[in-house]
Structure formats: C-alpha cells, structure tokens
C-alpha cells in the first residue's frame, strides 16, 4: 500500500478508491492525510446519497402502499431503518452539513445500502425477503455511542471554530461592503462636483462669448457713431461756409 499521496495520480487513486467499499474506505483513511481527505469526502457523499435515497423510497412506498398492501413489509422494514439506524447516527449531521469532520461508520453504509436494494427488489419483484435490519440497529446505536464518547467534543470544538471563521469573514465582507460603498459615494461625490464645475464652466464660458458679442455690438455702434458724427461735421462746416 503506498505511503505518500505523490504515488499514485489523483485521477488513478479517484478511481480506484471508488472501487471500494464504505467499509474498506473507513480503514483506507488511516493511510496518508491525503487519503483521509478523499475518503472522508467518499464516505460523506456516500451518507448524503443514503439519506436521500432512503427519503425517496419510503415517500414512492407510501404512495404504492395505499394500492397494495402486499408492500406494508418493505415499508415497515424501511420505517424501522430511518427510526432505528439512520436516526441514531443523525446526532453528527451537524458536523457533517458544516464540513468539520466526516461519517466514520463505513460498514453502516454498506449495510444499508443492501437493505435499500432488498426493499427495491421486493417492490419491484412482488416478493417478499426477510430483512435482517436489527443487527445494524445494533451496531447504529454503538456507533452514536462512540461518537458521543470520542468525537462529539471534538466535533463542537470544530464547529465553534467553524463558527468563529464563518463571523470574521462576515466581518470583513463587511468592512469590504462599507470601505467600497464609501469609495462609491466619493466617487459619486467628486463626479457631481466635476460636473457642476463643468457646468459652471460652460455659464463662464456662455458669458464670457456674450460680452464678447456685446462688445463687439458696442463696438460697431461706436464706429457708426463716430462715422455720422464726420458727416454732420462735414455739414455743418459746408453751411458755415456758405454763410459766411
């Protein structure tokens, strides 16, 4: 068996670790920190997929069950898998769903996995097969135990840490969100004070071509002014002449 994750390419290690059984993947987590990883993600798909299926099935049993009577050992076998298996181990969901720790108990997966493919022939068959349930009732019930003896603690240390991370990052999301929507505001400020600069320079500016006009006007005037001034000097020059 290889002692470092470097032996074997990811892609190859993937696939044959999906070979294996939950039972087999349970033990294999001991081998390298990389393994653990692996398998310990395995073994949680691997619990979310039970679940499911397991929810699925029982709703599907309830439906046919109304119509059949036939199905009410499958679905008695099935309520007593959720109530007495499945239900012991719920008490590490928590850590689980948060991603702090991973589903140990590999032989309880295999196990009833097997249950839920017996449950499925016998719906699918019309045949009914015993159902030997309560040895891993046995052993669900040794697993909580154990985890409550062993991990629980840990497990609440990891959430809390969890929690902790998960407070500082809002944190400093928040601090991102005030810092950006104070660069926000700034920029919306400075954008308003350039554009009522540049309307105020475009007033001046207006203004500024007025006077110009204006002065040009005068100007003219001016000229015109002065022009029929000459003329009635030239006149009255003319008269004072011709009196004289």
Known sequence: MPSQSGDLPFVVLNKALRLMSYQELARLRQ??????????????????????????LLMRLQRLVQKDPGLYYPTSVLTNIQVHILNQVDVMRAALDEGVGCFPYGILLDKTFGFLKQIEDMI??????????????????RASMHYKDNLEGIMEERLGESARLKAAHKLIRLDSFLVETSVQKMEKDNAKTRDDIMWE?????????????????????????????????QKFKTMARLFS
């Open 124 to 141: 699918n068959s019309g045949k009914q097969t015993d159902v030997s349930w309560e040895s891993v009732a046995v052993l669900a019930k």
């Open 201 to 233: 320079m475009e007033q001046l500016q207006q203004s500024n071509e007025k006077l110009r006009k204006d002065n040009r006007e005068l100007k003219q005037n001016q000229m015109k002014l002065e022009a029929r001034i000459d003329i009635l000097e």
């Open 31 to 56: 081998v390298h920190p990389h393994w653990d990883e692996i398998c310990g993600q395995m073994l949680n798909s691997g619990y979310y997929q039970l679940i499911d299926k397991s929810d699925k």
